[in-house]
């Protein structure tokens, strides 16, 4: 009896060793009868995050906005409680400002409320222009041209002023201090940040004072500009140069236009900007470091003004697609084209406004005030300046 008890007890324990050696089998832990091995396969084969589809911004570009006192008596008379209303002005244009996700601006005069409105040869604008710009979409506005110390550094420092009280609005190319030139100026729209540089060949012979901390960048100091390029390169997407320089009233670029743009793509602009002459000169795509293309347009011409010559009357709104490719977080430019515009007024500079090109007709042009004191503008003078200066590639018809 003993020995049967000891012979099921030794066959029990072979019968156990033989379930234990099968669960274990190559040595790895099992749960719910898969191995840890398997499992790790499954987790590794999890699919990653598809990239997300690529980003685009309409940005548009407008050009001098250059108000001469017929414009802002103008606006004063059709103003209440005393004061100014821009917007017939500007109402021909608002609904093509509206299409973009990006407007900016050159605006040529200052707007320093600490002094009245005052006309050539140094301007200075109320302040109700400033919140037309603003009405419109206007969101970046650059001080960076020749008229910047119309009204001394006190003129600059109420024209900051007025902006920094103005939510969303960005200014560049005029500077408190060092530390503000050497703070990038960034917008993002649509996940793309773009930053912002304003620069100017002359400010009509007046000088900053030594003793001012007021900061501007000059066109002849490239030391600088490569510096605040390659900075803002490091901190945005896309980096946008508004470049005042130039000839006035001629469609020729200067030699030195040319050489300081190629040099501005090599440092790492995107785009650049070109106010000053007052009338068109054309577009250029110039190769950048990486192989892709940089636009360029050397003269916008003037947004609004009174000037008193047939090429003045004739401007332009660049319009174009800035993309961000999530691949490799690279930009590139598209679709660039100008939308041109006509500033339109009669007999006496009366009734002063902006009139896009899509909507202009041969009454208006045989109208136009300017004809008293330059018989070339007419309709026919319109379309050939823009087929010879800009050319169909680059030429968008929008009412």
């Known amino acids: 009896m003993k020995k049967m008890r000891i012979a099921s007890l030794l066959t029990a324990c072979v019968l156990l060793l033989g379930v234990m050696a099968g669960c274990t089998g190559n040595g790895s832990v099992t749960t719910g009868g898969q191995p840890q091995e398997s499992q790790a396969q499954e987790v590794s084969s999890i699919p990653e995050e598809p990239v997300k589809e690529p980003t685009t911004v309409r940005m548009m570009a407008a050009g001098d906005n250059l108000i001469h006192s017929s414009i ?21 244009i608002a609904d093509i400002i509206a299409r973009a996700d ?39 506005f650059n001080h960076a041209n020749n008229h910047i110390l119309d009204k001394g550094t ?14 969303g609005a960005l200014v560049t190319g005029a500077y408190r201090n060092d530390e503000d030139l050497n703070t990038v100026k960034t ?24 003793d001012t901390d007021i900061r501007l960048i000059y066109t002849s ?28 009233g001629t469609h020729t670029i200067a030699d030195r236009q040319k050489d300081l743009a190629q040099k501005m793509v090599d440092w790492g602009a995107d785009i ?9 000169q054309s577009i250029e795509m110039l190769q950048k470091p990486d192989g892709t293309q940089a636009p360029v347009i050397y003269s916008l011409g003037n947004f609004i003004s009174a000037q008193s010559e047939a090429p003045n009357m004739i401007g332009g709104i660049l319009d174009l697609t800035v993309t961000k490719n999530y691949e490799d977080n690279s930009i590139s430019v598209s679709d660039v084209k100008l939308i041109p ?47 010879t200066v800009i050319g169909e590639e680059y030429l968008e018809i929008i009412k």
């Open 272 to 280: 650049i900007l070109g106010t000053h002459p007052h009338v068109l």
């Open 72 to 92: 802002y008596k103008q606006a004063k008379a059709r103003g209440t409680d005393g004061g100014y209303d821009f917007s017939y002005a500007y109402q021909n």
């Open 341 to 387: 515009t006509i500033t339109q007024y009669e007999s006496g500079y009366s009734n002063i406004r902006i009139i896009p090109w899509a909507s202009y007709t041969e009454e208006l042009a045989n109208q136009h005030g300017v004809r008293r004191n330059d018989s070339r503008f007419t309709y026919d003078y319109v379309e050939e300046t823009l087929n």
């Open 102 to 140: 990006l407007p900016v601006i050159n605006q040529e005069t200052v707007i320093a409320p600490i002094y009245e409105p005052s006309d050539y040869p140094c301007f200075n604008s109320p302040p109700e222009l400033g919140d037309e710009m603003l009405k419109l979409g206007f969101r970046v």
């Open 187 to 210: 917008m993002t729209v649509n996940d793309i940040t773009f930053s912002f540089i304003g620069i100017t060949e002359h400010t009509n012979g007046i000088p900053l004072p030594d």
């Open 154 to 167: 006190k003129g600059v420092i109420s024209t900051l002023d007025y902006w920094a009280g103005k939510e």
């Open 221 to 248: 100091d490239e030391e600088l500009i490569k510096q605040q390029i390659e900075a803002a390169k490091e901190q945005s997407d896309c980096v946008v140069v508004f470049a005042h320089w130039g000839v006035e």
